[in-house]
């Protein structure tokens, strides 16, 4: 399964960069995040409490940042199983800054490939593709609201809720 | 015999169905046993992987779990049994899963509830494999091989028929195809349910189950269990439908057993659907590269096929044996002098493949018939045309086949001509024009079909097929039959009392059937193959026979005769040339367990056993039509109109006859256009719900519009061949004929099942 998007931030790149990198930001952001232990560097154990569809789950899990290239480039490998299946996945994000003063936006393009087994995939194949989208904007404004109440007025929440995303077909 | 109220052939309503419409009557499930714990299982998350660890504490900790079993805990248990030996199937998996539903470990517990919750709780840590999914890759060894002790995954390699070089080198035609049988979930309305009790103070094993074949399964679980088979009973009550999946012995049954008796308690146990499309065995699943030699006037001279077929991971009972149901019957209704199949039979990393309403012969029938379309179209010949130049000669029965078989009887073209007129087939090709002048997809499907039934002479099933029945007449006349088949939907309740009534000249009413428990019926093989009738039906006529015997000597008693003068005419029994005094059977049951002064010279009692063994298959056929529109907009499959002519020789009940033609026809139908299980590339189900399978329903299928030849077999003494499978085999090609036909203009010559709109839609418009 693929799922490709953008997400448009009202801010400039270093800050955008700055709250994705931080690892309390990041905590936050992480849908049903029961548990969050960093075990390395860049690299976490996270305990997720997640429904697609009908198939709601605990997920036992790794979250892995790698690929640095300050600020504009990161990878992000997700990996979790559970009683009701697994998944194992991988998000490259590309930020990229346009506008000026405060027409400032940073664009974060997300590209992000997953398999899934288990009941999972026999269950909630049909469900997953626009659940990892609902996610992915989930993330996204999480990450956005925190920069805002860090930030303050530096930057404002694109008002526009929906995210924009490029059409995915599953794999 | 005593035929006077002449039930045979009546059309006669179902006494199965009152309970069963109106929720009275008692599956597995309904029943409930004192102190009953209830089981769910951890299955394989992955298609191929070794097992690391399992962590079962905390499943094992949690409040009213009262076990938690893994592999290791069940090594007394030998590995399940199939026909053919393949790789060891373990009841739970140790060390490796190979499958998606693979049975890791087993929770038991106080509620259905609470063992799930549990199993949720158990860890499994796996190393992923290499998957395999593809049966052509897999046959290559790619990209891995599941046991090592199977080369390449080729399982078994059936190679039939004769040498047909000969007649491809001096062929005037040849056709090449190939064709894909998509693998297909079963789906009986009522999933596998299971309830295990041990008897200790007994040492009783008694198994409740959802099952076609009560007795076989008795014997295979003592063998499995260790156990002997006096002590096990076996109970298949109602059963909600079965169409092959539910004749095999299941670990499910095996492990509820064996915790049953571990623990002491009842066990039960109740797939979920979404359980049933990874855990119970699907069907088909072949891809056969097909090629035939024929002469420019569309003789058939030649038929060759390679197939791949796809196991699954392990083998159930018939797994390995499937194709060659298919390679018995390549030649279909058609006098093909040289025939050849060879099947590299591939274990998958998928759930194990089975028999599936029709089992191995809707492929055979699918690739002639859709062949016989082919050449129609190369020879630009009317496909009814290319039929009749091949069809076995009715003077030519018994027939015996390049393959191997002797064809009881048969009359095909008098049957297709039946069919056709039905169709109105000139008028309707003539709309058909019509409608193509108006840029419309009109299309006409004919497959000609035949099938095997009455499974079957011993020979072909490891000794086990014969039949039995019994008839057993009370102290009042009254009359209790129990038959070794099992029925799970047939309706043999209905037809064997029919059978009876006439026989015995006995009242329908006064005549009950029983079945599916090893403890009240007779040793037989259960209801498989179109077998209850041809088989167990001519068990009951043997009966019937031995009973009718033994009612004349009591006969002769009481009208002071001789018994070799007694003739039963009329449903009475009197002296040969002196019909004014006559005995009843029933009166002759009452006197024969009441009639003291009788006993010194006539044992009382009258009851008989009496087993049947097939000496032959049986070979029903028949002719179906669809008449078929696709919309050019939207690629959907439109009815205009669905014709079935089917032959099963005698018909007993012409009413039950119909209504397995009737779903046979859903099924197939099923195939032809919605049903698929799909895969994707690491193996894993992506069809696992109702929701991503689509099962037809009512509004997607047409009005039938049926009809009958009758052709009757020598084989047994019902004349009777079998119809459970019929509409399932002649259904499909005849719809994908039709579709084809529809859409002959775009210049595609095949797609491959099912025929999905958006498939239908590209052919179209690219």
């Known amino acids: 399964m693929e799922v490709n998007g953008d997400y448009k931030f009202k801010a400039p790149q270093n800050d955008v960069w700055r709250i994705l990198m931080d690892k309390q930001a990041l905590q936050n952001a992480l849908p049903g995040c029961e548990r969050f232990e960093q075990v390395g560097e860049n690299e976490y154990e996270v305990t997720l409490k997640i429904g697609v569809a009908s198939i709601k789950g605990v997920y036992n899990g790794k979250i892995q940042m790698a690929d640095f290239e300050e600020p504009s480039h990161y990878i992000l490998k997700v990996e979790g199983a559970g009683g009701q299946g697994f998944l194992q996945g991988e998000g490259i994000f590309d930020l990229s800054q346009e506008g000026e003063g405060d027409k400032v936006r940073t664009v974060v393009k997300y590209k992000g490939s997953a398999n899934v087994g288990g009941t999972l995939a026999g269950i909630g194949a049909r469900m997953l593709q626009p659940v990892a989208k609902m996610m992915a904007g989930n993330f996204f404004k999480s990450m956005e609201k925190q920069l805002d109440k860090g930030e303050g007025d530096k930057s404002e929440a694109v008002s526009d809720e929906k995210v924009k995303e490029t059409e995915a077909q599953p794999s | ?766």
């Open chain 2, 1 to 766: 015999m005593g035929v006077a109220s002449a039930m045979v052939g009546a059309r006669v309503k179902r006494r199965e169905d009152p309970r069963l419409i109106t929720g009275s009557a008692s599956y597995v499930d309904d029943m409930q046993s004192v102190g009953q714990l209830y089981m769910s299982f951890v299955r394989s998350q992955y298609a191929h992987a070794n097992i690391k660890s399992i962590k079962i504490d905390a499943a094992k900790a949690a409040k009213g779990v009262r076990g938690v079993f893994i592999g290791q805990d069940m090594m007394d248990v030998n590995p399940l049994p199939s026909a053919v030996p393949g790789p060891e199937y373990r009841v739970i998996s140790v060390d490796r899963v190979r499958f998606v539903g693979d049975i890791v470990a087993v929770v038991v517990a106080e509620s259905r509830g609470t063992a799930r919750d549990a199993a949720d709780l158990i860890e499994v840590e796996y190393d992923e494999l290499p998957v395999v999914v593809d049966v052509e890759q897999g046959a290559k060894g790619l990209p891995t091989v599941l046991f090592p002790q199977f080369e390449n995954n080729v399982g078994v390699v059936h190679d039939m028929g004769n040498d047909v070089s000969e007649a491809f080198a001096n062929a005037e035609i040849t056709i090449e195809q190939k064709f894909m049988h998509q693998r297909l979930g079963s789906n009986p309305m009522e999933t596998r349910t299971v309830l295990a009790e041990w008897k200790k103070g007994d040492d009783m094993m008694t198994l409740y189950t959802s099952n076609q074949n009560p007795h076989l399964l008795r014997t295979l679980l003592g063998a499995v269990m260790n156990l002997p088979e006096q002590m096990i009973r076996v109970v298949a009550p109602e059963v909600g439908g079965g169409f092959g999946t539910k004749i095999s012995l299941y670990r499910e049954e095996v492990i509820a057993c064996w915790i049953a008796r571990k623990i002491g308690k009842p066990v039960k146990w109740g797939e979920t659907r979404s359980e049933h499309l990874i855990a119970s065995s699907q069907g088909r699943g072949q891809v056969d590269y097909v090629k035939i030699a024929a002469t420019k006037e569309g003789v058939v001279t030649g038929l060759d096929i390679v197939a791949y077929s796809d196991m699954g991971a392990f083998y159930t009972l018939f797994t390995p044996a499937i194709p060659l149901f298919t390679a018995l019957v390549i030649n279909g209704v058609y006098a093909i002098p040289n025939c050849h199949y060879k099947s590299y039979n591939i274990l998958t990393n998928k759930t194990p493949t089975d028999a599936y309403r029709g089992a191995g012969r809707p492929e055979a029938a699918f690739m002639i018939e859709r062949m016989m379309d082919l050449l129609a179209t190369e020879l630009k010949m009317d496909p009814t045309e290319v039929r009749r130049k091949n069809f076995i000669a009715n003077d030519k029965f018994p027939y015996s086949s390049a393959m191997g078989l002797v064809y009881d009887s048969g009359d095909y073209a008098t049957n297709m001509d039946k069919a056709l007129k039905l169709l109105g087939y000139e008028e309707m090709r003539k709309m058909q024009q019509e409608a193509r002048a108006k840029g419309r997809y009109v299309g006409i499907g004919i497959s000609t079909y035949m099938e095997i039934c009455g499974l079957g002479p011993s020979a072909f099933l490891a000794g086990r097929g014969w039949d039995s029945a019994n008839i057993r007449f009370e102290p009042t006349g009254k009359v209790t039959v129990a038959t070794g088949v099992s029925p799970h939907g047939q309706g043999q309740e209905t037809t064997f009392a029919q059978i009876v009534a006439d026989q015995l000249g006995v009242p329908y009413d006064d005549i009950i059937v029983k079945h599916g428990d090893t403890a009240n019926t007779p040793i037989g093989n259960g209801t498989y193959g179109s077998r209850g009738l041809a088989v167990g039906g001519a068990a009951l006529m043997m009966a019937c026979e031995t009973i009718i015997e033994k009612a004349k000597k009591i006969a002769g008693f009481v009208l002071e005769a001789n018994a070799d003068d007694i003739v039963f005419e009329d449903a009475k029994f009197a002296v040969k040339g002196a019909p004014g005094k006559s005995v009843t059977m029933q009166e002759i049951a009452v006197k024969a367990y009441s009639g003291s002064d009788m006993f010194g010279q006539i044992e009382p009692g009258l009851e008989a056993t009496r087993f049947w063994e097939p000496g032959n298959l049986v070979f029903p056929f028949g002719t179906h039509i669809a008449a078929v529109e696709v919309d050019g907009d939207t690629g959907e499959v439109h009815f205009l109109k669905y014709v079935a002519v089917d032959d099963c020789g005698n018909q007993i009940s012409p009413l039950l006859v119909e209504g397995q033609v009737h779903g046979g026809i859903a099924q197939g139908i099923g195939q032809a256009l919605y049903e698929e299980i799909v895969h994707d590339s690491n193996g894993q189900l992506i069809s696992g719900t109702l929701m991503d399978y689509a099962l037809p329903t009512a509004s997607e299928l047409p009005h039938y519009d049926l009809d009958s030849t009758v052709t009757p077999t020598w084989v047994n003494p019902l004349g009777a061949k079998g119809v459970g499978e019929a509409g399932t085999i002649g259904s499909t090609p005849a719809v994908v004929n039709a579709v084809m036909d529809a859409i002959s203009s775009t210049g595609v010559k095949h797609i491959d099942m099912p025929l999905r709109p958006e498939k239908l839609w590209i052919a179209i418009h690219s």
